[in-house]
């Protein structure tokens, strides 16, 4: 199924439009469960914008996260993080381009979305689908998304160490507003 909108009126619908993301306003939080404790963290977005074609559902575009912003409020852990794990110095950004959504996004009020792209972290392309939760109104819009990012499957390091074990996958807590362009 493809994303559809539900007409205003026949002047008011395009069929295709610009999300435009506020940095400001989206960012990226994270969730590793461990033995000892659960470390929560966030990253900064650094750019975004996804167009959208109603007709069809292809999207394009991409969001841009800052890799070196990750912060979990331990500058030892975030070290390792950055030098170990992520290897944010080698690879600066996180990256989602989405190419289609489906389901049925309304003009105003929430719609709930399944978008379809590849996801690059750790210099590593990956196809997913993500549950994407869009609150559309006719200038401004926002969204979230909850999904999971198995870093260990994908080729990063497991921090792990003697007695502390943190699990394989991270729980990724995205939120996103901006405006809308025709």
Known sequence: MAVALAPRSPAQVSHEFVLQFDAGQSGADITLDGNF????????????????????????????????????????????????VIESWRYPEIVFRPDHAN???????????RVHGIFVIHGTE????????????????????????????????????????????????FHAAGGVAP
């Open 126 to 173: 990956h196809e997913v689908i993500f549950p994407v939760e869009v609150t559309l109104s006719e200038k401004v819009w926002s969204a979230k998304a909850s999904f999971q990012v198995p870093y260990a499957q994908w080729g990063m390091k497991n921090p792990s160490f003697l007695l502390l074990k943190v699990g394989d996958t991270v729980q990724v807590e």
């Open 37 to 84: 404790h659960t470390v929560k963290g966030s990253f900064q977005m650094k750019r975004g914008s996804i167009q959208f074609d109603l007709t069809s559902g292809r999207a394009s575009g991409e969001i841009v996260f800052d890799a070196t912003s990750g912060r979990t409020g331990n500058s030892s852990r975030d070290n390792k993080m950055h030098k170990d």
């Open 103 to 113: 389901g049925t996004l309304t003009p105003s009020g929430t719609s709930k979305l």
